[in-house]
């Protein structure tokens, strides 16, 4: 077995700073059981801001300082929205509290190219995503999760005495991910034991003897030589993911960014579950004033991040916003298990149709959808009534078209009087219509197409009720 481990350093941080390209002078406050700084931004600390420093000091020495109340709720849903995206890596995947996932690689490494292509793949998703992730692997989660601690990137492949490579990690790691007390840690400490090696060569009966098993018990399961049962994360049915902005924004071009950083994961939870969906709700949140709400809809489903950011710039250019925003949200349902594309040796045969489907979106994103329809036509005889406006996309209305010659693409919206049609060539026709009898919308008029000096093509008629006269009706492309 493989275990990765990926731990989110400074996470506390990581849950407000995601949201913008350049956070600033940000720190996290804590109070425990003073206001003292949990951690800190480069800018801030660079200006000589420190963990662990009062709120009173960061003050004096950043002025500029903007402070945020640590979350912890908020904190663990983004660990469960990174274990969410991760689930397309593996489906053994298990929430390593309080900043770190497990997950068990071994069914998947030929799929992404081995160790190295499914640590490229990784470090490449984190981007997108907004976080930043520390990686290391070992036979067992437990000297996984220790060797991301301490060494980034370093990998243990099983081997003979592969568990002689933790000996000289230092003792303190055994209260991580453990329940390795404080005063059992300070206890070894007191003998002498700095390493994880010098407690492996303790005696183990006089360990026991001082109720330190549960050291014993961690190194066993840090070596593989015990069972460490763990409860494998299951994703959501539903998708859902916040994002808390640093700085409240009335902008809508950063707002676009941290879009961005959901969107990413939506489509890594979407191929998960090998689907699709046409359509997903991001909620702008204001502090005293509802959701804004943007509803993005897709003529098809599909997971491109990109296909959906570029829908929501085009809603957020056309919004004004009522209040600053504080956080966003995004939502997202009943997805559509969509079969994947093979390649093909001449392109992709469905990128001109999605092309289309693309352009279609961005208008519908940027006009509204009331402004984009298409025309179906219908068995009808009278031309004003022999065409219905539809959605784009949905399938047209068995029917026989009642034409029996040729029609415009462009019909007017009512037929404009001639006074003469001295200059215009009949080439065809008539084509007589004499309809609506029964609806107390009849007609009886012979249609033509007809030149026109410039050459245009135009479909006349002439009216053949009373007063008569011609008109013209259409014009051909």
């Known amino acids: 077995m493989l275990w990765f481990a990926l731990i989110l350093s400074d996470l506390p941080l990581q849950v407000f700073t995601r949201g913008v390209d350049e956070p600033g002078e940000l720190a996290v406050v804590e109070h ?97 995503l907004g976080l930043d992730a520390v990686i290391a692997a070992a036979p067992t989660p437990l000297a996984a999760r220790w060797l991301a601690r301490t060494h980034p990137g370093r990998q243990i492949r099983a081997a003979a005495e592969w568990w002689r490579k933790l000996d000289d990690l230092p003792v303190e790691l055994l209260g991580d991910g453990a329940e390795v007390s404080r005063t059992t840690l300070d206890l070894l400490h007191g003998i002498g034991a700095r390493r994880i090696g010098d407690v492996a060569r303790l005696p183990r009966d006089g360990l026991a003897r001082r109720q330190a098993s549960v050291v014993l018990d961690t190194l066993a399961r840090a070596r593989g030589e015990r069972p460490d049962p763990r409860l494998w994360f299951l994703p959501p049915e539903r998708f859902e993911s916040r994002l808390v902005l640093p700085t409240s924004l009335l902008h809508t071009e950063p707002l676009l960014f941290a879009a961005g950083r959901l969107f990413s994961g939506l489509s890594a939870w ?54 600053p925003v504080e956080a966003l949200r995004l939502f997202a349902d009943n997805p559509v298990v969509t079969p994947g594309r093979t390649q093909d040796l001449f392109g992709d045969p469905d990128s001109a149709r999605d092309a289309a489907a693309l352009l279609l979106d961005r208008l519908r994103a940027r006009l509204g959808r009331e402004a984009v329809r298409t025309v179906h036509p ?100």
């Open 270 to 323: 979407l191929a998960a579950r090998h689907a699709g969906l046409d359509r997903c709700r991001l909620h702008l949140e204001h502090e005293d004033r509802p959701d804004t709400v943007l509803e993005i809809v897709t003529g098809a489903p599909g997971r491109d991040d990109g296909r959906l950011l570029m829908l929501a710039r085009e809603h957020l250019a056309a919004l004004k916003l009522p209040a």
């Open 32 to 128: 425990t059981p003073g206001a003292r700084v949990a951690a800190a931004t480069p800018a801030a600390l660079a200006r000589g801001v420190e963990p662990g420093q009062g709120v009173a000091g960061a003050l004096a020495v950043a002025p500029s300082l903007q402070l945020r109340e640590r979350d912890p709720a908020l904190e663990a849903a983004t660990l469960a929205e990174f274990a969410v995206w991760a689930a397309q890596f593996t489906p053994c995947i298990s929430i390593d509290p309080p900043d770190a996932l497990v997950l068990e690689t071994s069914g998947s490494l030929r799929l992404f190219g081995g160790v190295t292509g499914l640590v490229r793949r990784i470090r490449a998703g984190l981007v997108p």
């Open 378 to 477: 219908v068995s009808e005889h009278r031309p004003e009534r022999a065409w219905c406006r539809a959605d784009p996309g949905r399938p047209a209305p068995r029917s026989t078209p009642a034409a029996a010659g040729p029609r415009p693409l462009w019909l007017m919206n009512e037929p404009r009087a001639l006074e003469s049609i001295r200059s215009l060539t009949l080439l065809r026709g008539p084509e007589r219509i004499e309809s609506g009898w029964w609806d107390g919308a009849d007609m009886r008029r012979d249609y033509y197409i007809a030149r026109a000096p410039d050459a245009a093509l135009w479909w006349v008629f002439e009216q053949l009720d009373p007063p008569g006269g011609w008109y013209v009706h259409g014009f051909f492309g």
